[in-house]
């Protein structure tokens, strides 16, 4: 689970990777750049809109699964089965997938070629709004079953992909402080006659620990997922204006899931020992010459 976390947010910004080149000069400047960037934008943004959401998931996937060990430990001692973790994580995408698709086709852009064909600027408008009226005459009505269908489909998405997922992996994480306080103290009551000052000490301190990480993946989680959702929402429901400060919200939002991704990583990947030890492990099998040389470099440094 893990790994496809880290997959999902690193594919994120993969995906966002174009958008922001577009802010810099050689890039926005380039006619190639611009006009592979506005035929494929749309499409880049919902691949990464699929990556967001199922890192979401993932992450509400963890969250149960470290409830569960705290909640019953001998889960723990289970054999691990390879196809229980594929099925698992090929659900999440293919959920996530066909929960995002609409982002595929809800706009619709034109290259509009300037200054004697030597500009092109992209518009890209909604494709649930009657563009023939905009200056697009060649584009057909949209049907009502298409309007209802986008509609329902962003709400779904901010409500099933953030906004709910968000609230339970928070009680999920809270109901793991709880379980994980009330075992300790269970064992401290039991053990008191036997345990040591010292070994009440490392209960306590691995206690303290496991509630800052806690408190520190709900508070990121929340802070950097839900102000996107939130926008969304207001732009289909409340205002659908585009303006300048609309803009610059929908930015800050970007910024603020982009910065979340990161910190997944850190939070659950980096903080989990089986997986930095697999990571070392693959690391080692696949740069074994670089390791090598690492070792080597250390030897020499050592004898000087």
């Known amino acids: 689970l893990l790994a496809a976390l880290a997959f999902s947010d690193m594919a994120v910004f993969f995906f966002m990777l174009p958008t922001c080149f577009a802010a810099f000069s050689p890039f926005y400047s380039s006619m190639t750049f611009r006009i592979i960037f506005g ?32 909640k019953f430990p001998f889960r723990s001692l289970r054999v691990y089965h390879t196809i229980e973790s594929v099925l698992l994580i090929g659900g999440i995408f ?31 408008l909604p494709a649930i709004w009657n563009l023939s009226k905009l200056g697009f005459p060649n584009e057909p009505l949209p049907t009502d079953s298409f309007i209802t269908y986008v509609n329902l489909s962003t709400i779904a998405n901010a409500l099933l992909g953030v906004i ?21 103290t269970q064992e401290l009551v039991i053990k008191s006659t036997s345990v040591s000052t010292n070994g009440i000490s490392s209960v306590h301190e691995q206690e303290r620990k496991m509630t800052i990480t806690v408190v520190a993946i709900i508070s990121c989680f929340t802070i950097t997922q839900m102000p996107s959702a939130l926008l969304f929402l207001y732009e289909k429901l409340i205002n659908d204006a585009k303006t300048q400060a609309f803009a610059t919200v929908s930015s800050i ?38 390791f090598q040389f690492k070792i080597l470099t250390r030897e020499v440094i050592i004898i000087t």
Not at 39 to 68: D, M, Q, Y
């Open 253 to 290: 939002t970007n910024f603020l899931v982009l910065t979340g991704k990161m910190l997944n990583v850190v939070l659950f990947c980096l903080t989990s020992i089986s997986f930095r030890y697999r990571y070392y492990y693959y690391y080692r099998l696949i740069c074994p010459y670089f």
């Open 94 to 124: 293919l959920s996530t997938l066909i929960l995002t698709s609409y982002h595929h086709f809800s706009y619709k852009c034109t290259l509009i070629w300037l200054c004697n064909m030597t500009q092109v600027h992209v518009h890209c």
């Open 39 to 70: 035929s494929s934008k749309i499409h880049l943004a919902a691949v990464a809109n699929w990556f967001s959401c199922a890192a979401i998931w993932i992450v509400l996937a963890v969250s149960i699964e470290r409830l569960l060990i705290i």
């Open 164 to 184: 709910i997922p968000v609230f339970v992996v928070a009680v999920l994480n809270i109901s793991l402080i709880r379980s994980l306080h009330q075992r300790n």
